[in-house]
C-alpha cells in the first residue's frame, strides 16, 4: 500500500483547505485503520483524525467541529482516497500533514501504530 498527500498550501486563518491522500495497492478485504497525523518541526507527530475500518471516526480535541475525515475507497471507487477537510483554520494549524494507515484495523493514537506512512503535505495558516 502506498499513500500520497496532496492538496497542502498557504491560507489565511479562518480559510478552508481540503488535504487528499491517494490511496494504491489496497486490498479490500484487509481491514485497516486510517488517519490524519500532523507534525511541527521540535514537536512530536500527533494524530488529528482517524477512520477506522468500520468507519468510526475519531478527532483530536483540537480540531472537533473544525475537521472533517472521510475516505472514498472501494473496489468501485476510481478515485481511493482519505480526505481531511478543514475548515476555520488556525495559525496554530500551522504543521505538515501526513497520511497514515495500519493494517488490521487497530486504531493507535501514537504514530508508532502506524505502519504506512505518506511523505507528507506542508499546511501553512497566516494570521
Known amino acids: 500500500v502506498q499513500l500520497v498527500e496532496s492538496g497542502g498550501g498557504s491560507v489565511q486563518a479562518g480559510g478552508s483547505l481540503r488535504l487528499s491522500c491517494k490511496v494504491s495497492g489496497y486490498t479490500y478485504s484487509s481491514p485497516y485503520c486510517m488517519g490524519w497525523f500532523r507534525q511541527i518541526p521540535g514537536k512530536e507527530r500527533e494524530r488529528v483524525a482517524r477512520i477506522g475500518s468500520d468507519g468510526g471516526l475519531r478527532y483530536a480535541d483540537f480540531v472537533k467541529g473544525r475537521f472533517t475525515i472521510y475516505k472514498d475507497i472501494s473496489s468501485d471507487s476510481p478515485k481511493n482516497a482519505l480526505y481531511l477537510q478543514m475548515n476555520s483554520l488556525k495559525a496554530e494549524d500551522t504543521a505538515m500533514y501526513y497520511c497514515?494507515?495500519?493494517?488490521?484495523?487497530?486504531?493507535?493514537?501514537?504514530?508508532?501504530?502506524?505502519?504506512?506512512w505518506g511523505p507528507g503535505t506542508q499546511v501553512i495558516v497566516s494570521s
Open positions: 497514515a494507515a495500519n493494517a488490521g484495523g487497530y486504531c493507535a493514537i501514537g504514530p508508532d501504530g502506524y505502519t504506512l
